[in-house]
């Protein structure tokens, strides 16, 4: 029962390298979101999607970017890494229904941990 | 105003006591309300739905007060596997059919003490 999985789940990057964090479910949520979460600052949305083909800024969109090309994916483009963008990653998914009532519960991947130097 | 509060704690607390957290909320038109629990250095998870009624499972209680604008979570003879940081959630429908977004407090660090 895979849910949501998030690779990598640690990552250490330079200054201005681009990488891409990975998110999938197989849910088939339709509704999936990233957060990046601080000391102190809680979790804030970057970006989220409430379906394939679409996508929308939360937050905190600057510096990164998304796609939606199926109901699966959702991966998270860091353009241009800075020390700024050092953080915990979770990508979340919601959606479907339960018993015939829409569910409203959303899960988490076990996060990615991002320091950027 | 923040839109979901509460505050951080800790709240230190002596194993087998009650300990009750708040959260405000500013948005009127929220529409759903949720306790999350994050353990240190793991993904936040659904503790529980929080209902008009309030609502009860096991050692832990929820209440939603829609006049005032708070929930509160309510944990029972607690455990030290209690300890960890609760999270108030607030959602709120956008336009544009089916997208829910959540909006997370800065979550109530909990400490429960042999």
């Known amino acids: 029962n895979a849910g949501v999985t998030q690779t990598p789940k640690f990552q250490v990057l330079k200054t201005g390298q681009s990488m891409t964090l990975q998110c999938a479910q197989d849910?088939?949520?339709?509704?999936m979101s990233w957060y990046r979460q601080d000391p102190g600052m809680g979790l804030r949305l970057i970006h989220y999607?409430?379906?394939?083909?679409?996508?929308d800024q939360g937050e905190v969109p600057n510096g990164y970017n998304v796609s939606r090309s199926t109901t699966e994916d959702f991966p998270l483009r860091l353009l241009s890494a800075a020390p700024s963008q050092t953080s915990v990653y979770f990508c979340?998914?919601?959606?479907?229904?339960?018993?015939?009532?829409?569910?409203?519960?959303?899960?988490f991947g076990q996060g990615t941990r991002l320091t950027v130097v | 105003r923040k839109e979901v509060e509460q505050d951080p704690g800790p709240f230190n607390v002596p194993e087998g006591a009650t300990v009750a957290f708040n959260c405000t909320y500013s948005n009127s038109a929220s529409q759903s309300f949720f306790w999350y629990r994050q353990d240190c250095r793991k993904e936040p998870k659904l503790l529980m739905s929080v209902y008009s009624s309030g609502n009860e499972d096991g050692r832990f209680t929820a209440q939603l007060n829609r006049a005032s604008q708070y929930i509160s979570l309510l944990i029972r003879d607690s455990k030290l596997s209690d300890s960890a940081t609760y999270l108030c959630v607030v959602k709120v429908r956008y336009s544009g059919g089916g997208a829910d977004g959540l909006t997370f407090g800065k979550g109530t660090h909990l400490i429960i003490q042999p």
């Open positions: 849910m088939n949520h339709e509704y």
């Open positions: 979340a998914s919601s959606g479907g229904t339960f018993r015939g009532l829409r569910n409203t519960e959303a899960f």
């Open positions: 999607s409430v379906g394939a083909g679409i996508t």
